[in-house]
């Protein structure tokens, strides 16, 4: 690539996403995924070409679990990096993560993930096999609240 280049960005949406018990929704990735395998993260993935934030936000999230979600605040914090390996390999990877709240549908979970949990925010952060943007996100909107 020349200096004069842009790399490709990958940019991802990711939901903190509360319950009327105030739980947050964990999901863990399945052995079937090639990235963060059997770690817990919050729902989320790729925003589609010429998507907005909130729109992906709530696509991405009927897509993993069913849920309908209604954001409530857009960013509370966010990861980068190179990609090193895999199909989006020295590409930029930006994760935007939001907060929101379940607002309706059946909850199911997609093929991308094995297992959940719906801990309360002090228990998800004592998860030691949490992805490091989803333990960042969970930090900071925990200062959030207080």
Request: charged residues 25%; negative net charge.
């Amino acid at each position: 690539m020349s200096s004069l280049e842009r790399p490709q960005v990958v940019l991802v949406t990711r939901s903190i996403i509360t319950d009327n018990s105030n739980e947050i929704l964990l999901l863990r990735r399945s052995s079937d995924c090639f990235h963060n395998t059997g770690l817990w993260e919050v729902p989320g993935g790729k925003l589609d070409p010429g998507e907005d934030l909130p729109p992906a936000q709530e696509r991405e999230v009927k897509e993993e679990t069913g849920l309908i979600i209604k954001a409530s605040r857009r960013l509370v914090a966010e990861e980068h990096y190179l990609i090193k390996k895999g199909p989006y390999e020295g590409s930029l990877f930006i994760g935007l993560y939001g907060l929101a709240r379940v607002v309706g549908g059946s909850f199911r979970l997609s093929a991308e993930h094995d297992r959940f949990s719906w801990p309360s925010p002090e228990a998800a952060l004592e998860f030691y096999d949490l992805t490091s943007g989803t333990r960042n996100a969970l930090e900071v909107a925990q200062d959030i609240d207080r």
